[in-house]
C-alpha cells in the first residue's frame, strides 16, 4: 500500500496553485486510505481570507511572506518541507507579464529562499512553473515555424504585442520572464550540486486562465474581453454603454492573438503535466539526451544531472512550441487544441 505524500504548493490560494490543490485532494474521494496526497498551501498572510471558501476542505494553509518571512514563518515551512515530498511554486509578487523589474526581483527572491531550503530540508522533488514568455522573443520571428521552439532553444525573454497600444495593459513580459528564467538557471545549477538527493523540473507553461479556461476567453495580447469593451466604451462619444462595440481588429492585432491562442494550457493538460513531473525519472547523472532522442551539449540543454525543462502548451494547431519532449518525457500527449 502506497503511504500518502506530502506536496507543498507556494502561492497556493492563486489561480494554479488552487487547481491543483483541488485535483490532487480529490483523488482522496476515490480512493481507499490512505489518501495519495496530503497537500499544504503556502500563501502570503496578506492574501489569506477567513471568508473565502479553502480549494478543498482537507487542504492546510500555511501563512508565509516569502519575501521577508518571520521567524516563526521561516521555521514553519522549514518543518513542512522537511516532510515534503514534493515542492511546487507558483509564488510570484506579480504572476502577469506586466511585472514590473522591482516585483520580479521578488519574484526571484521567492524562487531563490524556497529551492535553497528545500536543498536542505532534503526534499525529493521540486516542480517550477516557468513561462513561455522565457521564449516570446521568437514570436515574430518568420524563421521559426510550428514546433521550432525546443526547451533547449536560445531564451529570448518578453512578449512584445504588435499593438503598441497593448504593452500598457498587458507589458511586454521582460522583467516577468527574467525572473522566471533566472529561476530556471537557479534549478539547474542546484540539480547539478544536489542531484542525489533533490530534482528539478521545469514546466514552461503556456495560458492557463481562472475558472473554466475556455479558448473561446482568450484574446489579444492577453487582454480579457472585458477589456477591449472598455477601450471601445472610453473612445465612443455616446454616453450610453449599450452603443459600446468591440474595436475592430487590426492585422497586428490578429497576428497578437494567433500568438497568445497558441499559448492555451487546457485545465486538463495543467493537472495532468504536473502530477506526471511529480514522478518524472530525473536523471542523478549528467545527461546530454534531448529531444527525440538527439544529442545535446549546449548550455541550454534540457535534461541534465537532477534537472528536466519542458515545454508545457496544450497541442495548438501551428504552434510554435515543441512538444517532443512533453510527450516523451512527462508520458502525457496533449489532444486539447485552443485552434480547433
Known amino acids: 500500500?502506497?503511504?500518502?505524500?506530502?506536496?507543498?504548493?507556494?502561492?497556493?490560494?492563486?489561480?494554479?496553485?488552487t487547481k491543483l490543490c483541488r485535483h490532487l485532494l480529490r483523488q482522496a474521494n476515490n480512493c481507499s486510505s490512505p489518501p495519495p496526497y496530503r497537500v499544504i498551501l503556502v500563501e502570503h498572510p496578506a492574501f489569506i481570507d477567513s471568508n473565502r471558501p479553502?480549494?478543498?476542505?482537507?487542504?492546510?494553509?500555511?501563512?508565509?511572506?516569502?519575501?521577508?518571512?518571520?521567524?516563526?514563518?521561516?521555521?514553519?515551512?522549514?518543518d513542512a518541507l522537511s516532510g515534503a515530498d514534493v515542492l511546487v511554486h507558483f509564488s510570484a509578487v506579480n504572476p502577469y507579464p506586466n511585472a514590473t523589474w522591482s516585483e520580479s526581483a521578488q519574484t526571484m527572491d521567492h524562487a531563490f529562499y524556497v529551492f535553497q531550503l528545500a536543498i536542505v530540508c532534503k526534499v525529493r522533488r521540486v516542480i517550477l512553473a516557468s513561462s513561455n514568455h522565457v521564449m516570446g522573443g521568437y514570436k515574430d520571428d518568420p524563421a521559426y515555424g510550428p514546433s521550432s521552439i525546443f526547451p533547449h532553444s536560445d531564451p529570448r525573454v518578453g512578449t512584445v504585442p504588435l499593438n503598441p497600444n497593448l504593452i500598457a495593459s498587458?507589458?511586454?513580459?521582460?522583467?516577468?520572464?527574467?525572473?522566471?528564467?533566472?529561476?530556471?538557471?537557479?534549478?539547474?545549477?542546484?540539480?547539478?550540486?544536489?542531484g542525489e538527493t533533490t530534482?528539478?523540473?521545469?514546466?514552461?507553461?503556456?495560458?492557463c486562465q481562472p475558472g473554466p479556461n475556455s479558448p473561446t476567453t482568450l484574446s489579444a495580447a492577453g487582454s480579457p474581453p472585458e477589456y477591449l469593451l472598455d477601450v471601445a466604451s472610453s473612445s465612443s462619444s455616446s454616453s450610453s454603454s449599450s452603443s459600446a462595440v468591440f474595436p475592430e481588429q487590426s492585422e497586428d492585432d490578429a497576428r497578437d492573438e494567433a500568438w497568445y491562442k497558441r499559448m492555451w494550457l487546457s485545465n486538463r493538460d495543467f493537472l495532468s503535466y504536473f502530477e506526471a513531473a511529480m514522478d518524472l525519472d530525473v536523471?542523478?547523472?549528467?545527461?546530454?539526451?534531448?529531444?527525440?532522442?538527439?544529442?545535446?551539449?549546449?548550455?541550454?540543454?534540457?535534461?541534465?544531472?537532477?534537472?528536466?525543462?519542458?515545454?508545457?502548451?496544450?497541442?495548438?494547431?501551428?504552434?510554435?512550441?515543441?512538444?517532443?519532449?512533453?510527450?516523451?518525457?512527462?508520458?502525457v500527449v496533449s489532444t486539447d487544441d485552443s485552434m480547433a
Not at 1 to 17: D, E, Q
Not at 181 to 189: F, I, K, P, S, Y
Not at 199 to 207: P, S
Open 283 to 331: 536523471p542523478t547523472k549528467d545527461s546530454s539526451v534531448g529531444e527525440g532522442g538527439t544529442t545535446t551539449t549546449g548550455v541550454h540543454r534540457n535534461v541534465r544531472r537532477g534537472f528536466v525543462l519542458v515545454n508545457a502548451m496544450s497541442r495548438n494547431r501551428d504552434a510554435k512550441w515543441n512538444l517532443d519532449d512533453t510527450e516523451k518525457l512527462l508520458g
Open 54 to 78: 479553502l480549494p478543498h476542505d482537507d487542504a492546510i494553509v500555511l501563512p508565509c511572506d516569502l519575501g521577508n518571512p518571520s521567524e516563526c514563518q521561516r521555521a514553519s515551512l522549514a
Open 199 to 207: 530534482t528539478f523540473v521545469v514546466l514552461r507553461i503556456g495560458w
Open 170 to 194: 498587458s507589458g511586454d513580459g521582460r522583467a516577468y520572464a527574467a525572473a522566471k528564467l533566472a529561476a530556471e538557471r537557479l534549478a539547474m545549477t542546484l540539480g547539478e550540486l544536489h
Open 1 to 17: 500500500m502506497m503511504s500518502t505524500r506530502t506536496v507543498v504548493i507556494t502561492g497556493g490560494l492563486g489561480n494554479l496553485g
